[in-house]
C-alpha cells in the first residue's frame, strides 16, 4: 500500500482508512470466488477458520450474488464445512451411545458423595459440562482470513498515515479530508512514534468534532416541542449517523434490496422443506463422505 492510495482515499468521503479497508475487503473476497476456492492454502484457512467471521461471510455471499447471481462459490466452501461439522457431530452419536451419558453422570455422583480426593478425581476425569470437547471441535482455531489480510493492510496504512503527517503538503491533505474515524485514530495514536503526531492528528481530529458536536445539539434542540416550526439543516439531519460512523467505525456498504431478498427466500424455503413430507433420497441416505481434501469443483475462475 502506497500513500497514493490513502491520498486518493482521503479525497472520499469518511475515514479514508475505513474507506480503503472497504475496497480491500470487497478485492479480497472477490478473488476468493474468482480464483482461490480450490487452492488447498486457502482451504485450509477457511476450514481452521470454520468459514469467514459473519461480516465477512455475509459480504461474500452479497458479492457472488450480485457479481454472478448464484452462490457456487461459497456453495463450494460451505459445503465442506457443512460436511465436517455433520461428520463430528454423527461420529460423536456412534461413539458415545445414549446409556453412556447415565453411567458417566452416576461415576460422577459415586465420586463427588465418596469425599474430597473423589470430588477432585471427577472433576478432572468427568468434566461437568460434557458437550466442551465437542464445542471445541466444532470451533474456529484460526482468526478470520479476511479480517487478518485487511487488519494488516490497515496497520500499514495508519503506519504510511503517521509517517507522512510531518510533510505539511501531506498533513493539508489530511486535514482536508474527513479525517479518521475513532477506532481508527486510537490504533494511530497508540502507534505514535512522536508527540508532533499525535498533536497534528488531534487538531485535525478536534477540528472535525467541534462542527459535528454543534450539529447534534441543534438536532436535539429542534426535536423539542417548542422549536418544531425551526428549519432543519441536511446536516444536523445526519450529524446521528456521523457521529456513530466516528464513534464505530464508517458502516459497510449496504446490500442491495435483491440480495435481502435471496436470503429472506433461503430461510422461507428451508422452512418449507423442513415441513415438507420425507422424500427417501438413497444417494444421500448414508454417512457424510469421509473425502478430507476439498472437493476439486469448479468456482467463477
Ligand atoms: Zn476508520
Ligand atoms: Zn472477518
Known amino acids: 500500500m502506497t500513500s497514493i492510495d490513502l491520498e486518493r482515499a482521503m479525497g472520499e468521503p469518511g475515514c479514508p482508512i475505513c474507506r ?42 452479497a458479492i457472488e450474488q450480485e ?3 448464484d452462490a457456487l462459490g461459497m456453495g463450494i ?11 463430528t457431530f454423527t461420529e460423536y452419536l456412534h461413539t458415545n451411545p445414549p446409556h453412556g451419558a447415565d453411567w458417566r453422570s452416576n461415576l460422577r455422583r459415586g465420586l463427588e458423595r465418596s469425599g474430597a480426593v473423589g470430588r477432585r478425581l471427577a472433576r478432572r476425569l468427568l468434566s461437568s459440562a460434557p458437550g466442551t470437547s465437542l464445542a471445541a471441535r466444532v470451533t474456529a482455531v484460526e482468526r478470520c482470513r479476511a479480517c487478518n489480510l485487511v487488519g494488516s493492510l490497515e496497520e ?18 489530511y486535514a482536508a479530508s474527513d479525517g479518521l474515524c475513532l477506532p481508527h485514530l486510537r490504533f494511530a495514536l497508540a502507534n505514535a512514534e512522536a508527540e508532533q503526531t499525535v498533536r497534528s492528528l488531534i487538531e485535525v481530529a478536534a477540528a472535525k468534532l467541534t462542527p459535528l458536536v454543534d450539529d447534534l445539539a441543534e438536532y436535539l434542540r429542534k426535536h423539542d416541542w417548542n422549536n418544531r416550526e425551526e428549519a432543519k439543516v441536511p446536516w444536523e439531519n445526519v450529524s446521528p449517523v456521523r457521529a456513530m460512523a466516528f464513534i464505530t467505525g464508517e458502516a459497510p456498504l449496504a446490500e442491495k ?12 424455503e428451508y422452512h418449507r422443506r423442513a415441513n415438507a413430507p420425507a422424500e427417501p433420497n438413497p444417494a444421500r441416505s448414508g454417512l457424510p463422505g469421509d473425502a478430507d481434501d476439498p472437493q476439486q469443483q469448479g468456482s467463477h475462475g
Open 77 to 87: 466452501i460451505y459445503e465442506d464445512l457443512t460436511r465436517r461439522v455433520l461428520r
Open 156 to 173: 500499514s496504512n495508519l503506519r504510511v498515515l503517521r509517517q507522512k503527517l510531518p510533510d505539511p503538503e501531506f498533513r493539508g491533505h
Open 20 to 61: 480503503l479497508r472497504q475496497q480491500m475487503e470487497r478485492r479480497y473476497l472477490f478473488h476468493l470466488l474468482y480464483e482461490n476456492v480450490n487452492d488447498g492454502g486457502t482451504r485450509l484457512h477457511l476450514v481452521r477458520g470454520m468459514g469467514l467471521c459473519p461480516d465477512h461471510a455475509w459480504a461474500l455471499q
Open 257 to 268: 434490496r435483491d440480495i435481502y431478498r435471496v436470503r429472506s427466500k433461503a430461510l422461507t
Open 67 to 69: 457479481r454472478w447471481h
